[in-house]
C-alpha cells in the first residue's frame, strides 16, 4: 500500500533528509551532504528562505517503508518579481518505483492547485540561488560544488507525468590540457590593464563585512534580467556568505571597481565535493568523526584538484568592456600554480550566449546539461 504523509515534525524532517542514502546507495558518483547542514536548510527557523516561501515536505512510504520524497514551494520572492503564479518542486528522489513518484509529482500538483497556482516548476531546492535542475547529460561523474545529481530514470519519471522543458542549464569543463589564452582575451586583457576606467582586485577577507556590503550591492543588480532569476535578501545574502566562508579560498575571489564602486564580482569554489564523497557523511555515524574525515582529505591529502566558477556577474552598463574577461585572467593566473587541473563552469543557460561563447572561447566544452521542467495547471 502507498501512502504519502507530509513531514511536520524534526524526526519527520530528519528521515525526509536521511532518504536519499537509501536511493544512492552502491552510487559511485553521489556525494552525499552534511546531515547537520540539510537538516538546517529545511529548518523554517534557520534558513531566511522560510520567510517569505510556503514549503511543504512531503514523504511517499509503501507498506511503511519510505520510497520517495518530495518539497512543494510557493516562493512568494520569486512571483512578486517576476509577476507569476509559479509553485516549485524540489528534494524529489525516489527509488525505481513510478507509482510512487507519479503519486508524489501529484501531490506537489494538487499542493500547487490549492494555492491558485497556473504552474509548477522544478527541480529547484530551493530556488535558482541554490541547487536546481535535473541532471540529463553528464552522468558517469560526481557532481561540482552546490550541483545537482540525480539517477536517469528521474528524467523518464518526469516527463511521463506531463512536464514539459523550461530551459536547459550547461556545465562547461575547462582542463589544463585544454586550457588556453586565445590571442584576442590576451590582447584585450593587455590593453585593458593600461587604459582601463575600472581596476580588478582580489577581495579582502579581512575585511568580510566591507567585502560581502560591496558584493550585495553587485549581485541583485548584475542577475536581475536571468530567466529565473530572484533577488536575495539581505538576510539570505548573509546567510549564503557565511556557509560559503568556510571553504572559499580568498584568491579566488574578485571585485570589480570603478571609481570605487563595485561593477562587478567573481566567485570561483575549490570543489569541496572532492573531500566530502571521501569522507561520505552517513546516518549512524557521528559527525564529528565525518568533519575530521573532511579536514584530512581536504587539508592533508590535498585530494581538491578542481574549481566550480561558481558566480561572475557584472552591472549593466558595464559589460562588454572586458570586465568578464579581466575576471577569467586573474582566476585562472591565481589557481593554476595551487595546483588545481581541472574546472566547472556553472550553470550557464542555454540562451546566454554571451556567456556561452565566451567560455567556448576559452576552449570549454559542455560536458553535463541541467534541465528545469515546468507543467501548466
Known amino acids: 500500500m502507498l501512502t504519502i504523509r507530509e513531514c ?14 537509501r536511493v544512492y546507495r552502491g552510487d559511485p558518483f553521489w556525494v552525499p551532504p552534511l546531515i547537520s547542514e540539510r537538516m538546517a536548510f529545511f529548518d523554517p527557523q534557520r534558513n531566511p528562505f522560510h520567510r517569505h516561501a510556503e514549503v511543504a515536505l512531503f514523504m511517499a512510504r509503501r507498506d511503511g517503508e519510505p520510497v520517495g520524497t518530495i518539497a512543494a514551494l510557493v516562493n512568494h520572492q520569486h512571483n512578486a518579481f517576476h509577476g507569476e503564479r509559479v509553485a516549485f518542486f524540489g528534494a524529489f528522489e525516489v527509488l525505481p518505483d513510478r507509482e510512487a513518484a507519479h503519486a508524489l509529482l501529484a501531490t506537489a500538483r494538487d499542493w500547487a492547485r490549492g494555492r491558485g497556482m497556473e504552474a509548477l516548476r522544478g527541480p529547484a531546492t530551493f530556488s535558482t540561488n541554490e541547487e536546481c535542475g535535473l541532471l540529463i547529460e553528464g552522468f558517469g561523474d560526481p557532481p561540482r560544488i552546490l550541483m545537482p545529481y540525480n539517477p536517469p530514470y528521474y528524467r523518464d519519471f518526469i516527463e511521463g507525468f506531463g512536464f514539459h522543458k523550461a530551459k536547459d542549464l550547461y556545465a562547461y569543463e575547462l582542463t589544463v590540457e585544454v586550457f588556453h589564452w586565445p590571442e584576442k582575451l590576451v590582447r584585450v586583457v593587455e590593453k585593458l590593464k593600461g587604459r582601463a576606467r575600472f581596476r580588478v582586485r582580489q577581495a579582502d577577507i579581512r575585511r568580510f563585512r566591507e567585502e560581502l556590503d560591496r558584493i550585495k550591492r553587485v549581485y541583485n543588480a548584475a542577475w536581475e534580467r536571468n530567466w529565473g532569476f530572484v533577488p536575495l535578501t539581505d538576510a539570505e545574502i548573509e546567510h549564503m556568505a557565511a556557509q560559503l566562508i568556510r571553504f572559499v579560498d580568498p584568491d579566488l ?25 571521501r569522507a561520505y557523511p552517513r546516518p549512524g555515524v557521528p559527525e564529528w568523526w565525518t568533519l575530521l574525515k573532511l579536514l584530512y582529505y581536504w587539508k592533508v591529502r590535498r585530494v581538491i584538484d578542481t574549481l566550480r566558477v561558481f558566480a561572475m556577474g557584472v552591472v549593466e552598463g ?18 593554476l600554480p595551487k595546483g588545481y587541473r581541472r574546472a566547472e563552469m556553472s550553470w550557464i543557460l542555454e540562451d546566454n550566449i554571451m556567456m556561452n561563447r565566451d567560455i567556448q572561447a576559452l576552449g570549454g566544452r559542455i560536458y553535463k546539461t541541467y534541465r528545469i521542467y515546468e507543467l501548466p495547471l
Open 8 to 21: 511536520r515534525t524534526a524526526a519527520e524532517r530528519r528521515a525526509f533528509v536521511t532518504f536519499p542514502w
Open 253 to 277: 575571489v574578485f571585485i570589480a571597481e570603478a571609481d570605487d564602486e563595485p561593477i562587478g564580482f567573481s566567485l570561483t569554489l575549490p570543489d569541496l565535493n572532492q573531500a566530502l564523497r
Open 318 to 335: 558595464w559589460r562588454a568592456q572586458g570586465v568578464s574577461a579581466l575576471f577569467y585572467y586573474e582566476t585562472a593566473r591565481a589557481a
